[in-house]
């Protein structure tokens, strides 16, 4: 089955403990991202990746971090949490940037406390 | 900087009845406009996407339609169901760069 998964699909962390969220498509999508929501915000998009070793930022990049070492794979990182960077994650793929459909994986709940 | 607007925030109507769901963006300049559903606990679901060459797309029960010079967007979904409800996303992609700009919503009811 064609889909994006993430992991963890919930989590509970306290400020300042690094933490990684992992992104994974099996559709050989060239275009990957990242968005956070925020309710009455709308999605924005963090980071997102052309393709390996192509990664830039989006709108709202400030405390994140991304690597696309495979194709397949593009985990976001938080450094060092804070409170503000609780929201809902989702990650998306598509098969290449532009016209084509992004496909979303099932979000990621992330609480800093 | 583009700008996408969903009105109304949330809506609730009787099963059966025909609806139609608004999204206007501030810049015409776009490459393309694409429709989402997003249920609880899940993820987002791609329904629609048209190209800024298109006026409409269709898919069963949904049609979208696109005005780029008046800035907006329409999705109409006939004999609504209960299985319907969910919250309804516009996004619009620039044609400059591959960024999606996100409408906030809109959450539909149906009512049985």
């Known amino acids: 089955e064609a889909q994006v998964t993430q992991n963890p699909r919930y989590l509970i962390t306290v400020t300042g403990k690094k933490l990684t969220v992992t992104c994974s498509q099996n559709m050989n999508h060239e275009y990957m991202s990242w968005y956070r929501q925020d309710p009455g915000l709308g999605l924005r998009q963090i980071y997102y990746s052309m393709n390996v070793e192509v990664t830039d930022k989006g709108d709202v990049p400030e405390g994140y971090k991304v690597s696309r070492k495979e194709k397949r794979n593009f985990p976001l990182i938080l450094e060092s949490p804070s409170p503000n960077q609780t929201s809902l994650y989702f990650c998306?793929?598509?098969?290449?940037?532009?016209?084509?459909?992004?496909?979303f994986g099932p979000g990621t709940r992330l609480t800093v406390t | 900087k583009q700008e996408v607007t969903q009105i109304p925030a949330a809506l609730s109507v009787p099963e059966g009845e025909n609806l139609v769901l608004n999204c206007s963006f501030t810049?015409?300049?776009?490459?393309?406009l694409q429709w989402f559903r997003q249920d609880p606990g899940k993820g987002l679901t791609s329904l629609l996407l048209?190209?800024?060459s298109q006026r409409e797309q269709t898919s069963g029960r949904l049609n979208a339609s696109l005005d780029k010079s008046s800035g907006r967007s329409t999705l109409y979904i006939a004999a609504s169901q209960p299985g319907d409800s969910a919250t309804y996303l516009c996004a619009v992609r620039g044609d400059s760069n591959y960024q999606l700009i996100w409408g906030a919503g809109t959450k539909l009811i149906i009512k049985p």
């Open positions: 810049d015409s300049a776009i490459y393309n």
């Open positions: 048209i190209q800024s």
């Open positions: 998306a793929s598509s098969l290449a940037g532009g016209s084509y459909e992004q496909y």
